[in-house]
């Protein structure tokens, strides 16, 4: 009996890996829609304004901080009125003696749903990967009750306006952004030497140490502990207006609150003097070489291999430099460089890249985003709740183990159950979803299957679905 082969469209190689590794996986008609064009699909994403785009009817960060404030005055109204009640045995029925609901939670909701939602749809989800893999590199958290619905304003309002442009205007909006202050503790950081310093917490150094060991140099770049205290010091008075208190919205420069005097950083002398003093040093930073070769390693190990090649590495950093930190040229080098096309598939797709590829294959199009984010709950990767400033890894080895693989078996097999009824073609499914790229035993295992529930779970388990 003459073995089963998979079609043969050579043409279909390139739009494939397109689709595969830098976008977030094919849809229906996706790879024949950029046959012949797959470079060009991808470099013209880098000239869209805006890169991507959200629903704007939602809350934004300055919403957010009046919602919260005003449920921090409900439940201190509530804390006085239920002082002065009975105890009582039927208090769970008595409506004035219910504690107002946190709405941040409500807000987290929405806002990833949207994100998921618009990556999920998107034709040029290659943007969508990038806000991605930023959102990522900025990670921050949903810990406490603000950062619930702050969390995921950060890549809305700081991130993607930046998306493309120099990479010391990102860094400068992420830092003067409410949801990356808050979270590390700068909006109540305070110059050691100011009147403020002996009534108030002083000194806060977390988010001057994440720009140095995360966001910028990385670890082990040289930098001492002299350098965090440094940039701390001149970055304080960099906080977050308060609702009601104040006039202003967002981000506010307390200039009595800011350290004075020179400040020194990796050899490099700062006399600014106020914001101009913490602004100098970001950019600094930013235009640092050993930033633009950890940036770019980590730009590679996430779009490419996660042995990062070093001619690649050498490739964007020369970009990096020539263009003054403009992340569209690098992502160009990225794009246009013969590495970046090796058929292999060198990355093991995160939860979040797994579960939005299926979407995206199956074109589910009543999408229920509760069982999205379910999936991504049951899988380990929930958005915004890495618990660390360091983010999600998207290393294979923090992602292949047994219970990981088991979770991704279990989720398939239910998928698949709940979509076989849908008589999903599977020929059909397999060349839009893999083109020519898919490998003769595979083809085989999944064409073989008993049934359709069976056939598209192996195709979600196949090493090429799993991989990208």
Not at 48 to 58: G, I, N, Q, R, Y
Request: net charge positive; with cysteine.
């Amino acid at each position: 009996m003459q073995a089963i082969q998979p079609p043969s469209n050579k043409q279909f190689t390139k739009a494939t890996i397109a689709m595969q590794r830098f976008a977030l996986g094919a849809r229906p008609n996706d790879i024949k829609r950029i046959e012949n064009i797959a470079q060009p699909w991808l470099l013209n994403q880098l000239t869209f304004k805006p890169a991507v785009e959200f629903d704007s009817t939602l809350p934004d960060s300055n919403e957010i901080l009046i919602i919260q404030e005003k449920y921090k005055q409900a439940q201190k109204a509530f804390k006085e009125y239920a002082k002065h009640q009975p105890i009582t045995a039927n208090m769970s029925d008595n409506k004035d003696m219910q504690p107002p609901k946190n709405p941040n939670q409500a807000i987290y909701k929405q806002l990833t749903a949207d994100a998921l939602q618009q990556s999920i749809n998107s034709f040029n989800s290659f943007n969508w990967r990038c806000l991605d893999f930023f959102s990522n590199h900025f990670s921050v958290s949903t810990q406490g009750s603000i950062m619930r619905g702050l969390a995921p304003t950060l890549e809305r309002e700081a991130i993607a306006p930046h998306l493309f442009g120099r990479f010391e205007d990102l860094l400068l909006a992420v830092y003067q952004h409410p949801a990356m202050l808050i979270y590390l503790n700068n909006e109540t950081s305070i110059g050691p030497s100011t009147k403020y310093a002996k009534m108030n917490k002083g000194l806060n150094e977390n988010l001057a140490r994440e720009i140095l060991e995360l966001h910028t140099l990385g670890v082990n770049s040289g930098y001492q502990q002299k350098d965090v205290t440094e940039l701390a010091k001149g970055i304080t008075g960099w906080s977050v207006a308060r609702p009601g208190k104040e006039e202003k919205e967002g981000f506010v420069y307390r200039a009595n609150k800011h350290e004075p005097g020179i400040r020194t950083l990796m050899g490099k002398s700062f006399p600014e003097s106020g914001m101009k003093q913490g602004t100098a040093m970001i950019k600094y930073l930013a235009n640092h070489p050993i930033t633009a070769r950890f940036v770019s390693t980590k730009i590679i190990q996430h779009f490419i291999s996660d042995q990062a090649p070093e001619e690649l590495i050498n490739h964007l950093t020369t970009h990096w430099y020539n263009s003054n930190g403009q992340l569209s040229s690098v992502f160009q080098a990225l794009i246009q460089h013969p590495l970046s096309w090796q058929i292999k598939q060198q990355k093991y797709k995160t939860p979040r890249e797994y579960v939005i590829s299926t979407y995206r294959a199956l074109n589910i199009k009543n999408l229920s985003i509760k069982q999205v984010q379910s999936a991504l709950s049951v899988l380990g990767e929930e958005p915004f709740k890495a618990g660390s400033p360091a983010g999600y890894s998207d290393q294979q080895q923090d992602w292949d183990g047994a219970n990981a693989l088991m979770a991704r078996i279990n989720w398939a097999s239910q998928l698949a159950g709940r979509k076989a009824s849908k008589r999903i073609d599977i020929e059909t499914l397999i060349s839009n979803t893999f083109g020519d790229t898919l490998s003769t035993h595979s083809y085989q295992v999944i064409t073989r299957a008993e049934s359709r529930q069976q056939a598209l779970t192996l195709l979600l388990l196949s090493p090429e679905f799993l991989r990208r």
